[in-house]
Every structure is written in structure tokens, then in C-alpha cells.
């Protein structure tokens, strides 16, 4: 399977779907990816069951802050330097790179990438979703060392890392990123075909774009795409799919704390009958409670769309007033193990409950 | 007394105020050639009134003609864009994501060079000269006379723009040039877009503020002369010539503006309704809620200050359906007076609901007898409703806020509306627009991102409100008057404890020469 220049507005849809509510605007991922794509022709979706054993992988993504990078506008060659930069402190070249995760506008950036350094990039990506930090990947969950890594900024500065772990890398590619304008590109996890099998979540770049594909053709009420929703959710990673809650966001209030967006939003319903529904948010949407009862928690998806049209509607851009539904999504098996669950349950976001699935709650 | 116009699509309206009360008004049809328009309504309210033109302090004019010349891609020059940001953002050069037919019309003429700042401040990299000079020399040779500049973080740094424009200047002395720290806002894509929007209406700009104040002159209106720009506020004549892409949203500014004006009400929903659509807008503290999201301007996205409009299908010539559950979005628009029931036509519209109710009575009454009570009730209800929501959709809060009706539209809201406290219907809603344009203000603003850490908070807000207060002195405000109206502080995530974009807007009332004295 190939990936073309007028897949991508649907992926990017799609992407926004699965980064619930964070992950940021993919508009300038989108277009850079696509002027890309106009030149190079296709990039080659490599699927993850065609990855030799041998082969040498790498994830690759931006790093930063999207306000400040307003005015960074980013380059093909930020990628394609680091990866070069990459290849050359690892002694070998790449057959292909992957996502750090495929919600929001770093579902784009290994495509660009793959398509400026004429490789394929793998059909999967490090989280499944949006989520806020690196420790929380796949790919560091397994235990694969997150450095070497290299980074390369606007100015083609090219920095290499190599740190006792993931949270301190996660630390010192943040303090590079502000001191590089807000934004840089990092190639990371480098890993051989063998151990990236284990360590991912299989087929969500093409998922996306099925996704993204779905909701653009069937654009309506969101109630009317429940069924559809589901039988496209039960034939992927994902599996379940449920409508929470329709209603009409009466409250939220979010605020910056550490460099994350955190706060809530309480969606009433149509007819107001039955307790709110209310959903926390750090950068995505988190949990969804009504009154005691939590109807869905990360690491599931909580998803709001809008009632009208079923397009999603990230956490920045949600305010009073919006008629909404709420959608939650089974999160892949992977992160309803032990190991994963040790990063993101909800007591690693500050909640003290520990995860339920989605489908064993009543909601 | 002020005289306020607003030149829009299908009507030029006008109005003489004295103070706050409307003295006379007028509403002709926006002719092909739109001076003509303009010079009919202007008579009417001369005579009307039976003023001596030197009783007039100013004139005050609102106008669509450049929002027109690029939606419709006429009037638009050449221009050649000098954009210094190398080595970032090689992959997105200018006009990079505009419409091709726009993009045709201005030309595909970029010069991506080297320079710009970070927003600390460092340089992404040194101007390089020879590449300038190079790049005005090509500009040159292709005879382009029209510019735009732009530069990474010039809001906070305008050198290297103010470098670039300094030396078009000289190489080509009858330049054009827009640089795009003028357009304030961060968003270096958007900015650039502003500023070439700007760029390639210069000439056309220039033409037609020559033709308003030769009109005026004509009429021995020797006074100063405003155009008033999206956030409500006002630019005199001259600086409408180097920005005429600040008038892109004068008109439904001006439309809350006269609101506000018609019912004392700084904080209210206004909906003007018109024959296919309902523009509903907040005021907040007198001015139009600002929106936060990028707006496009004939396909283009920029960084204007617009204010926040949600535009829902219901107006007049609305579609009903036979069961009446289903009005709007579609439309018979300005043919409802040909086929609308009422006015003998074949089509079920909302104006015939509301005359089949007996709630208003417009053209035959008899045409709409037949139609069922409960039809009629339905779509009634439906009106209603799907107005609540929209108005629903632009409260800043749960709270309820009065609701302001304009436009001629408004009689299709019979009864209350759940989401309004209450609802009103001034008289003169008709000319809303040039009652706004007529009270408008003069404004100005600044913005930056600053760390609190090292500058203190209320030195950062003082240093902004004197740049804003020098950029509204500048567009003619009275020195005494200004008042800051807005302080917006944005932390800017990921970038470390305190660093914030902080925006302060001021305002204050026209430094008024007094009646009979020249401009």
C-alpha cells in the first residue's frame, strides 16, 4: 500500500480523531507533508508483518511547542537531516521509519520524512492515541533505549543524546527544543525489525486514514454513526466503540500547569435530564465521569465530536456552547498490560482510581 | 453632527447623527459604479436634514469594496513577496496553501532569504545583503511595483522588514510596500498572507479614497474624513490608503457597533438577520467579542482581527418544508419578493410563516390563509429554535444576556427566545451599520511574548500600553482620551515557567477639529 498526497487531509483527519482532544493542530504538518509528498511521489506503507527481522528502524517526530513554532516554520530538511545525522552515528542506514504516535501532527512527520529520505514508513505507530509524554511509548515501555538519538533544529544544528533513560531524555530534548525556538525534529529508539514487532501498536497509519476517510464521506449527526463506528473499531487494534454522552458543553476551564493544558468540561444533556457528564483534560481527554461513575479512562479513548458533524474537536479549540457527543474507544491490548498500565493508568495522570476497561464499566 | 456610510453588497446606507441621535437616514441600492451609491445616499441625507455641510465635524465611512476586490479577485496588483526567515521554513514558502486563482491574480513572485528572529529573541540567521540586493534586482526587472515583507518574529523585532523595505524603496521609488509587523499577531504564515492581502490592494485603495473624498468635496464636506476597520474602531483617510485590508470586517463590526449604540446595551448577543442568513455576534463592553480562530479571506488564511460571527441558514427567504420541521439552509435570498407566497410567488418561505401566523402582516395575507395551523405553528417553533441554539452556541457563559434583533429580518422572531433575558428591536435597525461606522472610535494595540521572570509583569504591561497608545495617537485618537480596554495574557506553553504573549488594546475618542474649520 502507498501513501499519496490526497490521502492526507483524510489521515490528518483521522489522526485527529485518535489524538482525543490533544496532539495539536496538524494544519502545518499537513501542508509541508503534502508539498512533500507533490514532489517526491507515494511513500510505501510498510506493513509491520513484512518487517524483516533484520531490518533497521527508527521512530522520528517533532518535539516542542506549537505556539512558538507559529513563527519556526518547519522544513522537510529538519527530518531528513536528522535521520542522515542518525544513519551515520549508528553506522548503518534505515529501511524505514515509524511514528511516536499517530494522533495529532506527528502521525504526518515520519511520512514527510520517509518520502524526503525515499524509504517506506511502517504501517503502526509508539501509542495508538495522543499522549503527553515519551515514557508513556510503546517503545519505551519495551524497554528499547530511547538514545542515541539526534536532533536537528531550523538552523540544521544537529545534537546528539545519549541519556541513562527515557525521563531524562524526555527532560533534556525539552530544554534543547527551547533553546532551538520552540521547535525541533529528533530521530529515536532505533531498533532492529525483531524487537519493533513486539513493541508496537500494528496499523494505525492506515486506520487513520480509513477513519479520516469515513467521517469526511459520512459527515452528520454522531448518533447516526455509531453502528458504522463500531464495525469499523471491532475489525482494528481498537475493538470497542461506545457513545458515552450527547449534550451541550456548559463549562470548561483549562489552564497551562507545567507546561501542560490541564482542567475539565461538563457536557449537560439535550434535555437535561441525568446528572452532567464531566471530563477531565491534561493535554487530552482523560476520564469521563458522570457524578461518581467513571463512564471511560485513559488509557481508553475519550473522543469529543461535534453533534452536527462527527468531526472531532481537540481540547484547545472545545468552549461553552458546543453541542457535542462523546465517544470512547477501546485502547489496543498492548496498554491493558501490566507493563504499560505501570505509565499510564490513571494514577500516572493524578487520579486516584485505578483503570477499568471501557467495556466492564457502566456506560 | 457626523455623517456615517456603509457601503455594502446590495445597500449603501447613511445617517447624519447628532451626538448619539439620529438626525436622518437613508438607504439606496449599492450601484455597479459604487460612488454613484454613494453620492445619492449622501444627498438624501443633506437634504433631509436641511444642514449647511459645515455643520458636519467628520464623516465616517464603512465599506465592503475591498473585502469584494478579493473575494472576487479584481483590482489586485502584482506583488512580490520578500519573506526572511532562511534556514527555516524552506519547505512552506509564501502562497504556499492560497486558492490558484488568487494566487494567479497577485502572482507567484516569493523571495524566501535569509534572516528573522526566534522568540527570545536570537537571530535565526544574519541578513545577507548581496542576497537582498539580488532578489530587489530580479523584483525589478519583472516590474513589480507592489511589496510585501515579512519576517520570523517581527512583532517583536520589525528590523530586518524595516531593512528590506527601506532598500526597495530605494531601488524602486515608486514602490508599494506593506510590512507585515503592522499586522500585529504571531502566526508568521498568516501575518505574511495579511500583509500581501494588503499589498496587492494598494493602487485600488488609493482610487478609492481619492473618489470618496472628491465626493465629499463635490458637497463642500471639508472634514475630516475616517474609515472604520474590523475591530470597530477608526483610521483616517490616509492610513486607509497604506491598509486597506483593516476594512475587510468593518461590516458586521459596524452592525454590533450601531446595536450597541441603538440600546444603550454594551453586553448583548446582536443578530442580524437578513434574507438567507443570521449573523449573530456578541458585544462585550461595547466592542464585537473578537474571534480566535484563523480567519479566511477569499480562500486565504489570515491573522485580522475580525470580530466572532457564527452565520446560521435562517433568514427571511428561508425554505420551509410542507410539514414545516425543516427551514433553511437553502434559500430564495433577495428573490423573496418575487417568490415568497406573500408577494405572489410559489415557494414556502419564513417571512410567509410568520404572515400566516398573523404576527406581521407583508404582501397578501389571503396567499398564505390556506396553510395548516399546525404547519404553521411547527415551523414557527423551528425558527425559534434553531435560533436559540445559535445564540446558545455565542454565549460567553450560562448565563442568559439580552438579545439584540437587526436587519430586516427581525420580524421573524415573534415571542420570546429561551436564551435571551430579553429581547430587543430599536428603531433605525435597518441602518445599524452606518450608525456603527458613525460612533466609531480610534483604537490601537501591541503584543509580544515576554518572560516574567525577566521583565516585571506591570513594567511589560506599561511598555505595551505606551506602544498602543502611540499606534492610536497615530490613527488620530486625543491623546487625553485613551483608555486601555483590553489585556490579554497567554501563557505560552512548553517554554518554561512565566513566559507569556501578552496583547493590550487601547481606545479613545477622534481628536475632533471643530465645525467649519479645514482637514
Given at each position: 500500500?502507498?501513501?499519496?498526497?490526497?490521502?492526507?487531509?483524510?489521515?490528518?483527519?483521522?489522526?485527529?480523531?485518535?489524538?482525543?482532544?490533544?496532539?495539536?493542530?496538524?494544519?502545518?504538518?499537513?501542508?509541508?507533508?503534502?508539498?512533500?509528498?507533490?514532489?517526491?511521489?507515494?511513500?510505501?506503507?510498510?506493513?509491520?508483518?513484512?518487517?524483516?527481522?533484520?531490518?533497521?528502524?527508527?521512530?522520528?517526530?517533532?518535539?516542542?511547542?506549537?505556539?512558538?513554532?507559529?513563527?519556526?516554520?518547519?522544513?522537510?530538511?529538519?527530518?531528513?537531516?536528522?535521520?542522515?545525522?542518525?544513519?551515520?552515528?549508528?553506522?548503518?542506514?534505515?529501511?524505514?521509519?515509524?511514528?511516536?504516535?499517530?494522533?495529532?501532527?506527528?502521525?504526518?512527520?515520519?511520512?514527510?520524512?520517509?518520502?524526503?529520505?525515499?524509504?517506506?514508513?511502517?504501517?503502526?505507530?509508539?501509542?495508538?492515541?495522543?499522549?503527553?509524554?515519551?515514557?508513556?511509548?510503546?517503545?519505551?515501555?519495551?524497554?528499547?533505549?530511547?538514545?542515541?538519538?539526534?536532533?536537528?533544529?531550523?538552523?540544521?544544528?544537529?545534537?546528539?543524546?545519549?541519556?541513562?533513560?527515557?525521563?531524562?531524555?524526555?527532560?533534556?530534548?525539552?530544554?534543547?527544543?527551547?533553546?532551538?525556538?520552540?521547535?525541533?525534529?529528533?530521530?529515536?529508539?532505533?531498533?532492529?525489525?525483531?524487537?519493533?514487532?513486539?513493541?508496537?501498536?500494528?496499523?494505525?497509519?492506515?486506520?487513520?486514514?480509513?477513519?479520516?476517510?469515513?467521517?469526511?464521506?459520512?459527515?452528520?449527526?454522531?448518533?447516526?454513526?455509531?453502528?458504522?463506528?463500531?464495525?469499523?473499531?471491532?475489525?482494528?487494534?481498537?475493538?470497542?466503540?461506545?457513545?458515552?454522552?450527547?449534550?451541550?458543553?456548559?463549562?470548561?476551564?483549562?489552564?497551562?500547569?507545567?507546561?501542560?493544558?490541564?482542567?475539565?468540561?461538563?457536557?449537560?444533556?439535550?434535555?437535561?435530564?441525568?446528572?452532567?457528564?464531566?471530563?477531565?483534560?491534561?493535554?487530552?481527554?482523560?476520564?469521563?465521569?458522570?457524578?461518581?461513575?467513571?463512564?471511560?479512562?485513559?488509557?481508553?479513548?475519550?473522543?469529543?465530536?461535534?453533534?452536527?458533524?462527527?468531526?472531532?474537536?481537540?481540547?484547545?479549540?472545545?468552549?461553552?456552547?458546543?453541542?457535542?457527543?462523546?465517544?470512547?474507544?477501546?485502547?489496543?491490548?498492548?496498554?491493558?498490560?501490566?507493563?504499560?498500565?505501570?505509565?499510564?493508568?490513571?494514577?500516572?495522570?493524578?487520579?486516584?482510581?485505578?483503570?477499568?476497561?471501557?467495556?466492564?464499566?457502566?456506560? | 453632527?457626523?455623517?456615517?456610510?456603509?457601503?455594502?453588497?446590495?445597500?449603501?446606507?447613511?445617517?447624519?447623527?447628532?451626538?448619539?441621535?439620529?438626525?436622518?437616514?437613508?438607504?439606496?441600492?449599492?450601484?455597479?459604479?459604487?460612488?454613484?451609491?454613494?453620492?445619492?445616499?449622501?444627498?438624501?441625507?443633506?437634504?433631509?436634514?436641511?444642514?449647511?455641510?459645515?455643520?458636519?465635524?467628520?464623516?465616517?465611512?464603512?465599506?465592503?469594496?475591498?473585502?469584494?476586490?478579493?473575494?472576487?479577485?479584481?483590482?489586485?496588483?502584482?506583488?512580490?513577496?520578500?519573506?526572511?526567515?532562511?534556514?527555516?521554513?524552506?519547505?512552506?514558502?509564501?502562497?504556499?496553501?492560497?486558492?490558484?486563482?488568487?494566487?494567479?491574480?497577485?502572482?507567484?513572485?516569493?523571495?524566501?532569504?535569509?534572516?528573522?528572529?526566534?522568540?527570545?529573541?536570537?537571530?535565526?540567521?544574519?541578513?545577507?545583503?548581496?542576497?537582498?540586493?539580488?532578489?530587489?534586482?530580479?523584483?525589478?526587472?519583472?516590474?513589480?511595483?507592489?511589496?510585501?515583507?515579512?519576517?520570523?518574529?517581527?512583532?517583536?523585532?520589525?528590523?530586518?522588514?524595516?531593512?528590506?523595505?527601506?532598500?526597495?524603496?530605494?531601488?524602486?521609488?515608486?514602490?508599494?510596500?506593506?510590512?507585515?509587523?503592522?499586522?500585529?499577531?504571531?502566526?508568521?504564515?498568516?501575518?505574511?498572507?495579511?500583509?500581501?492581502?494588503?499589498?496587492?490592494?494598494?493602487?485600488?485603495?488609493?482610487?478609492?479614497?481619492?473618489?470618496?473624498?472628491?465626493?465629499?468635496?463635490?458637497?463642500?464636506?471639508?472634514?475630516?474624513?475616517?474609515?472604520?476597520?474590523?475591530?470597530?474602531?477608526?483610521?483616517?483617510?490616509?492610513?486607509?490608503?497604506?491598509?486597506?485590508?483593516?476594512?475587510?470586517?468593518?461590516?458586521?463590526?459596524?452592525?454590533?457597533?450601531?446595536?450597541?449604540?441603538?440600546?444603550?446595551?454594551?453586553?448583548?448577543?446582536?443578530?442580524?438577520?437578513?434574507?438567507?442568513?443570521?449573523?449573530?455576534?456578541?458585544?462585550?463592553?461595547?466592542?464585537?467579542?473578537?474571534?480566535?480562530?484563523?480567519?479566511?479571506?477569499?480562500?486565504?488564511?489570515?491573522?485580522?482581527?475580525?470580530?466572532d460571527i457564527q452565520a446560521i441558514g435562517l433568514g427571511g427567504g428561508s425554505l420551509v418544508t410542507n410539514d414545516g420541521n425543516t427551514l433553511g439552509p437553502q434559500s430564495v435570498g433577495h428573490k423573496l419578493t418575487s417568490e415568497g407566497l406573500v408577494f405572489g410567488g410559489s415557494t414556502l418561505t419564513a417571512t410567509d410563516i410568520i404572515v400566516a401566523s398573523g404576527r406581521e402582516e407583508i404582501g397578501d395575507p389571503g396567499a398564505v390563509a390556506h396553510l395548516s395551523e399546525t404547519l404553521v405553528e411547527t415551523a414557527r417553533q423551528k425558527m425559534l429554535t434553531i435560533l436559540d441554539r445559535g445564540i446558545d452556541m455565542m454565549k460567553p457563559g450560562a448565563v442568559q444576556m439580552p438579545v439584540i434583533l437587526v436587519g430586516g429580518g427581525a420580524v421573524l422572531v415573534t415571542g420570546d427566545l429561551k436564551a435571551a433575558a430579553r429581547v430587543h428591536r430599536p428603531e433605525h435597525a435597518g441602518v445599524a451599520n452606518a450608525i456603527g461606522a458613525a460612533i466609531a472610535q480610534v483604537g490601537g494595540e501591541s503584543e509580544k511574548i515576554v518572560s516574567y521572570q525577566a521583565i516585571a509583569r506591570e513594567d511589560a504591561i506599561a511598555e505595551l500600553t505606551k506602544?498602543?497608545?502611540?499606534?492610536?495617537?497615530?490613527?488620530?485618537?486625543?491623546?487625553?482620551?485613551?483608555?486601555?480596554?483590553?489585556?490579554?495574557?497567554?501563557?505560552?506553553?512548553?517554554?518554561?515557567?512565566?513566559?507569556?504573549?501578552?496583547?493590550?488594546?487601547?481606545?479613545?475618542?477622534?481628536?475632533?477639529?471643530?465645525?467649519?474649520?479645514?482637514?
Amino acid at each position: 500500500m502507498k501513501l499519496h498526497a490526497e490521502d492526507l487531509e483524510d489521515l490528518a483527519l483521522g489522526s485527529v480523531f485518535l489524538a482525543t482532544g490533544g496532539g495539536g493542530d496538524p494544519y502545518v504538518p499537513l501542508l509541508l507533508t503534502r508539498e512533500v509528498l507533490k514532489r517526491t511521489g507515494p511513500v510505501e506503507l510498510l506493513q509491520p508483518s513484512d518487517i524483516p527481522d533484520d531490518a533497521f528502524l527508527a521512530a522520528i517526530g517533532n518535539v516542542g511547542a506549537p505556539t512558538v513554532s507559529l513563527e519556526l516554520l518547519p522544513s522537510d530538511d529538519e527530518a531528513l537531516i536528522a535521520l542522515e545525522a542518525f544513519e551515520k552515528q549508528m553506522g548503518r542506514t534505515l529501511d524505514a521509519v515509524i511514528s511516536f504516535e499517530i494522533g495529532g501532527g506527528n502521525s504526518l512527520i515520519p511520512i514527510m520524512a520517509a518520502a524526503s529520505r525515499g524509504i517506506p514508513v511502517v504501517d503502526g505507530d509508539g501509542m495508538g492515541r495522543a499522549l503527553p509524554e515519551a515514557q508513556m511509548m510503546t517503545y519505551a515501555i519495551r524497554n528499547i533505549p530511547s538514545t542515541p538519538a539526534l536532533a536537528c533544529d531550523y538552523a540544521k544544528n544537529v545534537t546528539l543524546f545519549t541519556t541513562k533513560g527515557t525521563d531524562v531524555y524526555e527532560r533534556h530534548i525539552r530544554a534543547l527544543a527551547m533553546s532551538s525556538g520552540g521547535m525541533i525534529t529528533t530521530v529515536e529508539h532505533g531498533m532492529f525489525g525483531k524487537t519493533l514487532r513486539d513493541a508496537l501498536i500494528p496499523g494505525t497509519v492506515s486506520f487513520a486514514l480509513k477513519l479520516g476517510t469515513f467521517l469526511r464521506e459520512n459527515r452528520g449527526q454522531a448518533p447516526a454513526l455509531l453502528a458504522p463506528l463500531q464495525a469499523l473499531f471491532a475489525d482494528s487494534i481498537y475493538g470497542e466503540c461506545h457513545l458515552l454522552h450527547t449534550g451541550k458543553v456548559v463549562d470548561k476551564s483549562t489552564r497551562i500547569v507545567g507546561g501542560f493544558d490541564v482542567g475539565n468540561t461538563v457536557i449537560e444533556a439535550f434535555d437535561q435530564a441525568g446528572a452532567p457528564v464531566e471530563i477531565d483534560i491534561k493535554n487530552e481527554y482523560l476520564m469521563a465521569r458522570r457524578g461518581d461513575q467513571i463512564l471511560a479512562s485513559v488509557p481508553d479513548l475519550i473522543i469529543i465530536v461535534d453533534y452536527e458533524t462527527s468531526e472531532p474537536i481537540n481540547a484547545e479549540r472545545l468552549r461553552y456552547g458546543q453541542r457535542v457527543a462523546v465517544f470512547a474507544v477501546g485502547c489496543p491490548a498492548f496498554y491493558r498490560t501490566e507493563a504499560a498500565l505501570d505509565v499510564v493508568s490513571p494514577r500516572n495522570f493524578g487520579f486516584d482510581v485505578d483503570y477499568v476497561p471501557l467495556e466492564a464499566l457502566p456506560n | 453632527m457626523r455623517i456615517g456610510i456603509d457601503v455594502g453588497g446590495t445597500h449603501t446606507d447613511a445617517v447624519i447623527m447628532d451626538g448619539n441621535h439620529v438626525v436622518t437616514s437613508t438607504k439606496v441600492l449599492t450601484s455597479a459604479d459604487v460612488m454613484e451609491g454613494v453620492a445619492n445616499a449622501l444627498d438624501t441625507v443633506l437634504s433631509n436634514s436641511g444642514l449647511p455641510t459645515d455643520q458636519i465635524q467628520s464623516v465616517m465611512i464603512g465599506t465592503t469594496q475591498f473585502t469584494n476586490a478579493i473575494v472576487e479577485r479584481r483590482q489586485l496588483a502584482k506583488t512580490g513577496v520578500f519573506r526572511l526567515c532562511l534556514p527555516s521554513g524552506r519547505g512552506l514558502p509564501p502562497m504556499v496553501d492560497w486558492p490558484d486563482d488568487i494566487a494567479d491574480a497577485v502572482g507567484r513572485h516569493a523571495y524566501t532569504l535569509h534572516g528573522g528572529y526566534l522568540y527570545d529573541g536570537w537571530p535565526v540567521a544574519d541578513l545577507d545583503m548581496d542576497e537582498i540586493d539580488r532578489a530587489i534586482a530580479d523584483a525589478k526587472s519583472k516590474g513589480l511595483k507592489n511589496f510585501a515583507v515579512s519576517s520570523a518574529f517581527s512583532p517583536m523585532n520589525a528590523a530586518p522588514e524595516e531593512l528590506v523595505a527601506k532598500r526597495l524603496r530605494a531601488a524602486i521609488p515608486d514602490a508599494h510596500i506593506t510590512c507585515s509587523q503592522s499586522f500585529g499577531r504571531l502566526g508568521l504564515m498568516e501575518r505574511e498572507n495579511a500583509a500581501i492581502l494588503n499589498a496587492t490592494l494598494l493602487q485600488f485603495a488609493d482610487s478609492v479614497v481619492s473618489a470618496f473624498l472628491s465626493a465629499l468635496r463635490l458637497r463642500h464636506l471639508t472634514c475630516p474624513v475616517f474609515i472604520s476597520q474590523n475591530d470597530g474602531t477608526l483610521m483616517n483617510a490616509d492610513f486607509v490608503r497604506a491598509f486597506p485590508a483593516l476594512t475587510f470586517a468593518s461590516g458586521p463590526t459596524n452592525s454590533l457597533r450601531g446595536a450597541m449604540l441603538l440600546t444603550g446595551l454594551d453586553d448583548a448577543i446582536v443578530v442580524d438577520i437578513g434574507g438567507t442568513t443570521s449573523d449573530i455576534g456578541v458585544l462585550q463592553a461595547g466592542f464585537p467579542r473578537e474571534s480566535n480562530s484563523v480567519i479566511k479571506v477569499g480562500g486565504v488564511r489570515t491573522n485580522f482581527r475580525m470580530p466572532d460571527i457564527q452565520a446560521i441558514g435562517l433568514g427571511g427567504g428561508s425554505l420551509v418544508t410542507n410539514d414545516g420541521n425543516t427551514l433553511g439552509p437553502q434559500s430564495v435570498g433577495h428573490k423573496l419578493t418575487s417568490e415568497g407566497l406573500v408577494f405572489g410567488g410559489s415557494t414556502l418561505t419564513a417571512t410567509d410563516i410568520i404572515v400566516a401566523s398573523g404576527r406581521e402582516e407583508i404582501g397578501d395575507p389571503g396567499a398564505v390563509a390556506h396553510l395548516s395551523e399546525t404547519l404553521v405553528e411547527t415551523a414557527r417553533q423551528k425558527m425559534l429554535t434553531i435560533l436559540d441554539r445559535g445564540i446558545d452556541m455565542m454565549k460567553p457563559g450560562a448565563v442568559q444576556m439580552p438579545v439584540i434583533l437587526v436587519g430586516g429580518g427581525a420580524v421573524l422572531v415573534t415571542g420570546d427566545l429561551k436564551a435571551a433575558a430579553r429581547v430587543h428591536r430599536p428603531e433605525h435597525a435597518g441602518v445599524a451599520n452606518a450608525i456603527g461606522a458613525a460612533i466609531a472610535q480610534v483604537g490601537g494595540e501591541s503584543e509580544k511574548i515576554v518572560s516574567y521572570q525577566a521583565i516585571a509583569r506591570e513594567d511589560a504591561i506599561a511598555e505595551l500600553t505606551k506602544e498602543a497608545e502611540a499606534r492610536a495617537k497615530d490613527s488620530g485618537a486625543q491623546d487625553d482620551s485613551l483608555r486601555v480596554v483590553d489585556i490579554e495574557e497567554t501563557e505560552v506553553p512548553y517554554m518554561g515557567q512565566e513566559t507569556m504573549r501578552v496583547r493590550v488594546k487601547v481606545i479613545g475618542d477622534l481628536a475632533f477639529k471643530p465645525a467649519g474649520t479645514s482637514a
